[in-house]
């Protein structure tokens, strides 16, 4: 018997991040069910962008922001093995490793730019020039931070990201179940996927969602759900990655009186 039997979930990452997480939640003995609300396309633009980089060598540093900025970021990189690479948290620098590369930076203690940008690595970069690799948009603390310490820092924007289109008949399908009460409990990995999952759902799907349990990777995100008026239970993990959210789920599952 999983620790979460009897708890739905719904998993809103996007394709393929949404399969490690469903699997974990139920290998725990979640019903899990599956609604991404973003979709991630390669930018058009990237061979253009390439050009205008010139030699990937010229930079002391190439950050990945994400592991989906590997996924379709990668090829910078050339196949060169030479390169400082930094990784925003260990998925993004699993993600590096699976491609053949190794990383050099990956913060502690927590996933994301502000710990980034606390190593002792990123703290004396002037005169450095850094490549910050990402989708398109997004925060724009690390390259604030790092061109304030003297940093030249270029992006390269290697994803679009968009709400998504649901093919027709599965939001209804997913608001059904949801309707019948068998799910309890759902997740979002970034603001923006929480708007776009707002934005998807049918009134009835909005008021389900305003009244459910919200597990969520940090407290930004909290901040969006209340933002726009959700008003259940909020599980906030210190981290977006998989394993804390899933702790963080089993920590509320064992202090609350949930299906």
């Known amino acids: 018997m999983g620790a979460l039997d009897g708890l739905g979930v719904l998993v809103t990452r996007p394709e393929p991040q949404a399969g490690p997480l469903a699997r974990r939640l139920a290998t725990e003995g979640a019903r899990v069910y599956r609604l991404p609300a973003v979709e991630l396309s390669p930018r058009e633009d990237r061979a253009r962008q390439r050009a205008a980089l010139g030699p990937i060598d010229r930079f002391h540093w190439v950050v990945f922001v994400s592991a989906n900025a590997v996924r379709f970021g990668a090829a910078l990189l050339e196949g060169r093995r030479d390169l400082r690479l930094a990784a925003v948290g260990p998925a993004t620098a699993a993600a590096l490793n699976h491609a053949g590369y190794r990383v050099g930076l990956v913060p502690s203690g927590g996933y994301d730019s ?42 390269a924007e290697v994803y679009a990201r968009q709400c998504a289109r649901p093919v027709p008949g599965v939001v209804a399908a997913v608001e059904a179940e949801w309707a019948q009460g068998l799910i309890d409990v759902v997740t979002a990995t970034s603001g923006e996927l929480l708007r776009c999952l707002y934005e998807i ?59």
């Open 114 to 155: 502000e710990h980034l940008l606390a190593t002792p690595e990123l703290r004396h970069v002037q005169g450095q020039r850094v490549l910050i690799v990402r989708g398109d948009g997004g925060r724009e603390l690390l390259a604030d931070e790092l061109t304030a310490r003297g940093a030249e820092v270029v992006y």
């Open 201 to 259: 759902l049918q009134p009835a799907g909005r008021a389900l969602l305003a009244r459910s349990a919200l597990l969520v990777g940090g407290e930004r995100i909290a901040a969006v759900a209340r933002e726009i008026g959700l008003t259940g239970p909020l599980i906030v993990a210190p981290h977006a990655d998989d394993a804390s959210l899933v702790d963080a789920l089993l920590e509320w599952r064992r202090h609350t009186n949930a299906p």
